[in-house]
């Protein structure tokens, strides 16, 4: 059995010039990027759900930044259908009316 690529993989693989090589692995970054940005989300989604009202505001606020940020990395990236996103990740109302809204600052 050998240990070398078959000749038909060495070929393609010798065919990709730097460029596709390298846009290959921006992709593969790009994609990263995206379910890091969705995992915060739903973690931020998650935890909203078991606030109490102690809590719930901050929770919000925080749910409310993590939606913004996705949705504008999603846009970078050339993904621009909200709705979907809206729909998948299960967006309250409450959480969609804030996004991107900048919390003052404390005047600690």
Do not use: C
Not at 19 to 38: F, H, N, P, V
Not at 57 to 70: I, K, T
Not at 93 to 100: F, T
């Amino acid at each position: 059995m050998s240990r070398f690529l078959p000749q038909i993989e060495w070929a393609s693989a010798l065919k990709q010039s730097g460029s596709d090589i390298l846009e290959a692995q921006l992709q593969a970054e790009r994609a990263s990027a995206l379910g890091t940005g969705g995992k915060r989300l739903e973690a931020a989604l998650a935890d909203l759900a078991t606030a109490d009202e102690t809590n719930r505001a901050a929770r919000l606020a925080m749910a409310r930044r993590r939606a913004w940020e996705f949705m504008v990395q999603r846009e970078a990236a050339g993904l621009r259908d909200w709705p979907a996103v809206i729909r998948l990740y299960a967006i309250p109302p409450e959480v969609l009316h804030g996004m991107g809204a900048v919390q003052p600052r404390s005047s600690t």
